[in-house]
């Protein structure tokens, strides 16, 4: 990790073991991917009214490239038991975004399928038409196996849409077959 890990406490004390048992799953996210920029782990102890016995719930903030990952389970009632299945997760969510970054992911058959309509390679980022006349937009990190710059407009895709800060999105893009020229027009 470029920074160091942090770990705050809420409403509860942690032994060094405690905290050694964190700093050691936070070293192996490492082994899923080298790029994490940076790990905070907040253990917390919420004040429940009526309620006996304490539940611990652990939350990771990861900093990796393209993004921020939020991992937050339900409590336990045994700190070890939500430390340890945060983590899982938190390797689990890691693994995911390497293979996507590393253009690992295969999209389904079925994902729905668009065509290139615009292209800003300047910019880092386009737009799909859909099959139902909607426009989606992508950006350049979405494209699998860095194929941005082999996209060009008319191209068919495949695409997986998510929803975006200011309309539908692409969160992860496929090329398709080069786009054929018009009957009877030379290449």
Partial sequence: MELPLQITKHGVELSPADEEAIREAAGKLECFWDRVISCRVLVDVPHRRG?????YNVRIDLKVPGGQLVIKRQPREQLQDAVQEAFRAAARRVQDRARRVRGSVKLDR???????????????????????????????NSVLDGGFDRLEEGMEVRFVEEPGEQGPQASTVALGPRPRPARGVKP
């Fill in 110 to 140: 079925n994902s729905p399928r668009g065509i290139v309509t615009r292209l800003l390679p300047w910019e880092g980022y386009g737009f799909i038409a859909t099959e139902d006349d909607r426009e989606v937009y992508f950006e350049r």
């Fill in 51 to 55: 309620h006996t016995g304490r539940h």
